[in-house]
T-cell receptor, first 112, second 115 residues
Framework: NAGVTQTPKFQVLKTGQSMTLQCAQDMNHEYMSWYRQDPGMGLRLIHYSVGAGITDQGEVPNGYNVSRSTTEDFPLRLLSAAPSQTSVYFC???????????FGNGTRLTVT | EDQVTQSPEALRLQEGESSSLNCSYTVSGLRGLFWYRQDPGKGPEFLFTLYSAGEEKEKERLKATLTKKESFLHITAPKPEDSATYLCAVQAMWRSGAGSYQLTFGKGTKLSVIP
């Protein structure tokens, strides 16, 4: 059972480039979310989804897009990368509102 | 606005030296409080969920407790392998619909256990 799988593990981008961070879960969880983790800031919610075709914004959504076409996948798109988006990104899923979040191992993104 | 404050930011313990980590929270109706452990280069790993004041949960050397304003993670006779960052998160009752799934995280306490 793989749980939550994130790819790539590391990525370096130049300012203005676009890319997609991939997230897949094999637990049939309805809820999926993206967080970014920065030193001294804790985990901050970017976007989340409660099912295929349903997405909503979290605390820090600017500069990011998401879509949810299947239960399993929840990609995060950076439209035009900026140095302020240098961070570690975590995807997480849960089966219901009272269940714990399961996290992937993160993608470390550097924007130069 | 939901707020979570963890203290101390960092804690160094000798092996076997018991201590507690604090998580103070402000939320309009607590739906649940979650504790996670995070190792360097890894995602957070779930430890406990607490739902109501007075509740306690235990796992090996860890015990989590909850009051109406804060939660403690007690570490008894810690070992070097307990070294990690411990995160606390709250889920609020006031959020409805899809928002009810949202968690607010604290900044974490970095625990180092020295042999």
């Amino acid at each position: 059972n793989a749980g939550v799988t994130q790819t790539p593990k590391f990525q370096v981008l130049k300012t203005g480039q676009s890319m997609t961070l991939q997230c897949a879960q094999d637990m049939n969880h309805e809820y999926m979310s993206w967080y970014r983790q920065d030193p001294g800031m804790g985990l901050r919610l970017i976007h989340y989804s409660v099912g295929a075709g349903i997405t909503d914004q979290g605390e820090v959504p600017n500069g990011y897009n998401v879509s949810r076409s299947t239960t399993e996948d929840f990609p995060l798109r950076l439209l035009s990368a900026a140095p302020s988006q240098t961070s570690v990104y975590f995807c997480a899923s849960r089966t219901g509102a009272n269940s714990p979040l399961h996290f992937g191992n993160g993608t470390r993104l550097t924007v130069t | 606005e939901d707020q979570v404050t963890q203290s101390p930011e960092a804690l160094r313990l000798q092996e076997g030296e018991s201590s507690s980590l604090n998580c103070s929270y402000t939320v309009s109706g607590l739906r649940g409080l979650f504790w996670y452990r995070q190792d360097p280069g890894k995602g957070p790993e779930f430890l406990f969920t607490l739902y109501s004041a007075g509740e306690e949960k235990e796992k090996e050397r860890l015990k989590a407790t909850l009051t109406k304003k804060e939660s403690f993670l007690h570490i008894t006779a810690p070992k070097p392998e307990d070294s990690a960052t411990y995160l606390c998160a709250v889920q609020a009752m006031w959020r409805s619909g899809a928002g009810s799934y949202q968690l607010t995280f604290g900044k974490g306490t970095k625990l180092s256990v020295i042999p």
